[in-house]
T-cell receptor
């Protein structure tokens, strides 16, 4: 079964509203999670690194005020797309890094399809 | 900076043919990991294999095999006797130890289309 769960899997929101996507590690603690975005027929691009208890590290060109990331616990990171616009419609997927000592492994969530209308 | 190149945009084959997907990577780090993922139309990423930079042993797993050659910075993937269910986008990815391990640099992906 899945060890990283992402919710919701699909969401449609109106332009100008905010939407939150959750990424949850189910049976391990993840001090670090990653958020990627994938536009249709393109590759996955890293948006940010989410660190438990500290601010996220954003990749160049990603607006941190628009894509709010919160990693308040060792099993949950959230991505909030604020004031969403149609160009934010995309596939968002997270991954979680299993803590060292238990093997260096990363697990991906199932992904979330966001459509802004 | 890291870079992963998948030069093949799309490969179309007839069922039972073999398919080889090319992946060339660039990094100055000596310790790194290479991955292959499969992405079906539903979107989820299906993990296929991970190799670290110190393990050049090639691997076969069922109909899948991988050829890792550090001398040419390549990590190619072959599907033997392809099946329609193999139709998907395949991504090669790289992660380096010195830059937040687990942070993946993906290639552009190769669309594999297998027709009956």
């Amino acid at each position: 079964g899945a060890v990283v769960s992402q919710h919701p899997s699909r969401v449609i929101c109106k332009s100008g509203t905010s939407v939150k996507i959750e990424c949850r590690s189910l049976d391990f603690q993840a001090t670090t999670m990653f958020w990627y975005r994938q536009f249709p027929k393109q590759s996955l691009m890293l948006m940010a690194t989410s660190n438990e208890g500290s601010k996220a590290t954003y990749e160049q060109g990603v607006e941190k005020d628009k894509f709010l990331i919160n990693h308040a616990s060792l099993t949950l990171s959230t991505l909030t797309v604020t004031s969403a616009h149609p160009e934010d419609s995309s596939f968002y997927i997270c991954s979680a890094r299993r803590a060292r000592g238990r093997g260096n492994t990363i697990y991906f969530g199932e992904g979330s399809w966001l459509t802004v209308v | 900076a890291q870079k992963v190149t998948q030069a093949q945009t799309e490969i179309s084959v007839v069922e039972k043919e073999d398919v080889t997907l090319d992946c060339v990577y660039e990094t100055r780090d000596t310790t790194y990991y290479l991955f292959w993922y499969k992405q079906p139309p539903s979107g989820e990423l299906v993990f296929l294999i991970r190799r670290n930079s110190f393990d050049e042993q090639n691997e076969i797993s069922g109909r899948y095999s991988w050829n890792f050659q550090k001398s040419t910075s390549s990590f190619n993937f072959t599907i033997t006797a392809s099946q329609v269910v193999d139709s998907a986008v395949y991504f090669c990815a790289l992660s380096v130890i010195t830059d937040s391990w687990g942070k993946l640099q993906f290639g552009a992906g190769t669309q594999v289309v297998v027709t009956p």
